[in-house]
Antibody
Framework: QLQLQESGPGLVKPSETLSLTCTVS??????????WGWIRQPPGKGLEWIGS???????YYNPSLKSRVTISVDTSKNQFSLKLSSVTAADTAVYYC?????????????????WGQGTLVTVSS | DIQMTQSPSSLSASVGDRVTITCRAS??????LNWYQQKPGKAPKLLIY???SLQSGVPSRFSGSGSGTDFTLTISSLQPEDFATYYC??????????FGQGTRLEIK
């Protein structure tokens, strides 16, 4: 069974860089049928897609966050990571990592089928 | 960017009711639309993909329809465990995706 687990600091100071890592177990991050994504959810609010990465390193970002986001992948460790720079209180959220399935079985409509449990990151001094 | 708008934002219903949630895209997305259910403190769970395909293990009381810009999620007979928040997600521009703002389904 595939599992994803987020890790990283739960508290980040304003103007600093938020860094999170997602460790994938029970399957390979290097499969051609999947992208790997970060999604966040501010307290009491909806889901916001941050960005996705392919195992080759190709990245895709939400235009509203693009200037501050970097997503990278380490296939040797079966991990992918998120960096969000110049954070403010508005970046306080639960951050999820998830697998975006894009193979034949999705009937042309890629979906997030496996998610981490989420990790709360608070931006505060 | 493709914007997704759900309606209503919140909804009160009773066990046994038939409920419909709507999702509208800012441009045509064919059938590239997925639905998720999220319960408090939990990650979202996939219910419907490609507008109308039921994910394995999801009860048949959930159904989806639509294409182009207008989509619906229907729960035919609400069960107590269905009270949650529901999100649509477009995958037309994969891997750049967009979620709707969510619909909170509450017990009347």
């Amino acid at each position: 069974q595939l599992q994803l687990q987020e890790s990283g600091p739960g508290l980040v100071k304003p103007s600093e860089t938020l860094s999170l890592t997602c460790t994938v177990s029970g399957g390979s991050i290097s499969s051609s049928s999947y992208y790997w994504g970060w999604i966040r959810q501010p307290p009491g609010k909806g889901l916001e897609w941050i960005g996705s990465i392919y195992y080759s390193g190709s990245t895709y970002y939400n235009p509203s966050l693009k200037s501050r986001v970097t997503i990278s992948v380490d296939t040797s460790k079966n991990q992918f990571s998120l960096k969000l720079s110049s954070v403010t209180a508005a970046d306080t959220a639960v951050y999820y990592c998830a697998r975006l399935s894009a193979g034949i079985a999705v009937a042309g409509s890629p979906y997030f089928d496996y998610w981490g449990q989420g990790t709360l990151v608070t931006v505060s001094s | 960017d493709i914007q997704m708008t759900q309606s209503p934002s919140s909804l009160s219903a009773s066990v046994g009711d038939r409920v419909t949630i709507t999702c509208r895209a800012s441009q045509s997305i064919s059938s590239y639309l997925n639905w998720y259910q999220q319960k408090p403190g939990k990650a979202p769970k996939l219910l419907i993909y490609a507008a109308s395909s039921l994910q394995s293990g999801v009860p048949s009381r959930f159904s989806g329809s639509g294409s182009g810009t207008d989509f619906t999620l229907t729960i035919s007979s609400l069960q107590p465990e269905d009270f949650a928040t529901y999100y649509c997600q477009q995958s037309y521009s994969t891997p750049q995706v967009t979620f709707g703002q969510g619909t909170r389904l509450e017990i009347k």
